[in-house]
């Protein structure tokens, strides 16, 4: 500046002085982002004990601190005035948190009601006038070492460039003392991200609302225009929404109701990406959805169960939909009421359809990893209800608004493996149900799982390998579906079925197997009081436990009522040896 006067007319030339000029941004979505948390420092690995939480600038813009404020559900709180540099952290805590931080991080401010965080777990969220900046609800179980759960350790973002993933892009933090605050993580990735979101599932909220669920958060834009939804048979989406708390959660307003009884095919167009803007992906199959209804009894039918696993292996039990109804498992659960009531909630917001297989079990990546060909959305993880490896029961009932029904209770027992297979042979051997049309606790209507179909020896989320299609009505006293039976456990005709209908009730029945010389080999029944109809099952094998011989065998049925009625039947069967 030159020739300035001041008043007693003094000039002054050649002044000058330096100053800084800040480009203060405006913030936006994700320019912002919680970087590390420190929920639960206690006790202390080598940090201060007090909680905090680290912020890192994103951007390529200077950011004014004092424009963003922090709540997890109560009063937003402003954050200090401070201007956070391009791909520069600070650290955020409580006043009385500050000065033993401080001391050995500088770059911490102290927040005035800063939010205490819930070592259960919480929901952080950083806003500006804009709206929310960045939001994480965090659980203790985002730690991948259990031992860190405990305390001490602080929670890691991996992958600061994918902000829309939950908590599979946080991690325990790798290093001592037990956080990285102010610093880049320990656990710091930075490949991109190049997965496609891809739709999960989708419940009525009600008949003019659906609530769809993705495997990662979606792009607020992208998520919210209506025509990229669309429903067959067709119904007009009015409206799409991103969930503010959740955004891998859309919710669609339809213009027409759902129709009862119909399942609906629902498809996402590529328009949707999720914040990395990879769209969805174009060979995922459509998700269906529908309407439940309220089930009967026998319109879930249990049909695998793997009640001896291998060491230190899992349970399951298989249930598959019979009916043509959609069924809530919302409303489900499942018990064992052999011992008093142990009873498991489902609690869970899926449909369950016609036709399909659901497998639940405590441990779902153990049944994937042992079985081939797994359907993983239809592994349920389940912590209970327990039962035994011998002999127990399994039931599933649906409930609501005090009426209660019990689809299928299951009272299996580890007898009806293939009598071939000894007690040691069945570990890990699942029981398959052979027929849905025949009763659910008939010892002839179950069998062993065929090792050779898979690996591993059952099938679950998948048809049986041991199933057979539906009978028909039985023209004589006794019917035999295959008359030949082939016992090498191969899945193929490995057991001789027998269906029998009897005139009139109150017969006993002997059923005796014969070898081409007239030697009984088999008796499968002993003058016992049978009903009306039902099944029985050779699996090729002696009295005394042996298989039998290939060749040509008589079955012979004979029925006795107390009046004098005898009535007989015979059959030949032939056992045959697969090579």
């Known amino acids: 500046?030159?020739?300035?006067?001041?008043?007693?007319?003094?000039?002054?030339?050649?002044?000058?002085?330096?100053?800084?000029?800040?480009?203060?941004?405006?913030?936006?979505?994700?320019?912002?982002?919680?970087?590390?948390?420190?929920?639960?420092?206690?006790?202390?690995?080598?940090?201060?004990?007090?909680?905090?939480?680290?912020?890192?600038?994103?951007?390529?813009?200077?950011?004014?601190?004092?424009?963003?404020?922090?709540?997890?559900?109560?009063?937003?709180?402003?954050?200090?005035?401070?201007?956070?540099?391009?791909?520069?952290?600070?650290?955020?805590?409580?006043?009385?948190?500050?000065?033993?931080?401080?001391?050995?991080?500088?770059?911490?401010?102290?927040?005035?009601?800063?939010?205490?965080?819930?070592?259960?777990?919480?929901?952080?969220?950083?806003?500006?006038?804009?709206?929310?900046?960045?939001?994480?609800?965090?659980?203790?179980?985002?730690?991948?070492?259990?031992?860190?759960?405990?305390?001490?350790?602080?929670?890691?973002?991996?992958?600061?460039?994918?902000?829309?993933?939950?908590?599979?892009?946080?991690?325990?933090?790798?290093?001592?003392?037990?956080?990285?605050?102010?610093?880049?993580?320990?656990?710091?990735?930075?490949?991109?991200?190049?997965?496609?979101?891809?739709?999960?599932?989708?419940?009525?909220?009600?008949?003019?609302?659906?609530?769809?669920?993705?495997?990662?958060?979606?792009?607020?834009?992208?998520?919210?225009?209506?025509?990229?939804?669309?429903?067959?048979?067709?119904?007009?989406?009015?409206?799409?929404?991103?969930?503010?708390?959740?955004?891998?959660?859309?919710?669609?307003?339809?213009?027409?109701?759902?129709?009862?009884?119909?399942?609906?095919?629902?498809?996402?167009?590529?328009?949707?990406?999720?914040?990395?803007?990879?769209?969805?992906?174009?060979?995922?199959?459509?998700?269906?959805?529908?309407?439940?209804?309220?089930?009967?009894?026998?319109?879930?039918?249990?049909?695998?169960?793997?009640?001896?696993?291998?060491?230190?292996?899992?349970?399951?039990?298989?249930?598959?939909?019979?009916?043509?109804?959609?069924?809530?498992?919302?409303?489900?659960?499942?018990?064992?009421?052999?011992?008093?009531?142990?009873?498991?909630p489902l609690q869970l917001r899926r449909l369950f359809f016609p036709g399909e297989f659901l497998v639940f079990t405590s441990n779902p990546s153990d049944i994937a990893s042992k079985f081939d060909s797994i359907n993983s959305n239809q592994l349920i993880l389940l912590s209970g209800p327990s039962y035994s490896d011998d002999a127990d029961n399994l039931t599933f009932y649906w409930t609501d608004n005090g009426q209660t029904v019990i689809l299928d209770s299951l009272n299996y027992s580890d007898d009806w493996h293939n009598a071939l297979l000894s007690v040691g042979d069945r570990e890990g051997v699942s029981l398959e149900r052979i027929r849905l049309d025949q009763p659910t606790n008939s010892s002839n209507n179950w069998t062993s799982a065929s090792p050779l179909r898979t690996r591993g020896s059952g099938t679950p989320t998948l048809p049986n390998s041991q199933q057979r299609n539906q009978l028909a009505a039985l023209p004589n006293l006794i019917s035999l579906p295959n008359p030949r039976l082939s016992p090498d456990g191969d899945g193929y005709e490995d057991f001789l079925e027998i269906f029998y209908t009897i005139p009139d009730a109150g017969y006993a029945a002997t059923v005796t197997v014969y070898d081409s010389d007239g030697a009984v080999v088999k008796h499968l029944s002993r003058q016992d009081l049978i009903g009306t109809s039902g099944a029985l099952r050779w699996d090729g094998d002696s009295d005394e436990g042996s298989k039998v011989r290939p060749g040509i065998y008589i079955l012979f049925f004979e029925i006795f009522h107390p009046d004098g009625t005898v009535r007989h039947q015979k059959a030949t069967v032939s056992v045959v040896k697969r090579f």
């Open 1 to 344: 500046v030159n020739g300035v006067q001041d008043l007693a007319g003094n000039t002054a030339d050649n002044l000058s002085a330096v100053f800084d000029y800040v480009d203060i941004g405006t913030v936006g979505e994700f320019d912002v982002i919680i970087n590390e948390i420190m929920f639960d420092p206690k006790p202390s690995v080598g940090l201060p004990e007090v909680e905090w939480i680290e912020i890192y600038n994103r951007s390529s813009k200077i950011l004014a601190l004092n424009t963003l404020k922090i709540d997890d559900g109560g009063s937003p709180q402003s954050l200090p005035a401070y201007n956070l540099q391009p791909n520069a952290y600070v650290i955020l805590t409580s006043t009385t948190g500050f000065a033993s931080l401080s001391a050995l991080y500088p770059n911490t401010l102290g927040v005035a009601g800063f939010p205490t965080l819930n070592d259960t777990g919480d929901e952080i969220t950083l806003s500006a006038n804009a709206g929310v900046i960045d939001r994480v609800s965090y659980s203790p179980n985002w730690h991948d070492d259990g031992d860190k759960k405990n305390g001490g350790w602080s929670l890691e973002r991996i992958n600061p460039g994918t902000p829309c993933l939950g908590g599979e892009n946080w991690r325990s933090c790798l290093v001592l003392p037990g956080g990285t605050p102010g610093a880049p993580n320990a656990s710091l990735r930075t490949d991109p991200d190049l997965n496609p979101p891809v739709l999960v599932a989708a419940f009525p909220e009600s008949s003019t609302q659906l609530s769809l669920e993705f495997s990662e958060g979606l792009d607020k834009t992208t998520a919210a225009v209506a025509s990229s939804y669309l429903l067959s048979p067709a119904r007009t989406v009015l409206s799409a929404t991103l969930d503010p708390g959740n955004r891998r959660k859309v919710n669609l307003q339809l213009a027409e109701a759902l129709e009862a009884g119909i399942v609906y095919q629902l498809t996402v167009n590529q328009y949707v990406t999720d914040c990395s803007n990879n769209p969805v992906g174009i060979k995922q199959d459509p998700i269906r959805v529908g309407l439940p209804q309220k089930p009967e009894r026998g319109d879930v039918l249990a049909n695998e169960v793997l009640c001896n696993p291998l060491p230190y292996g899992s349970r399951f039990v298989e249930f598959v939909n019979g009916s043509n109804k959609i069924i809530s498992l919302e409303k489900c659960y499942l018990a064992n009421f052999n011992n008093g009531a142990d009873v498991q």
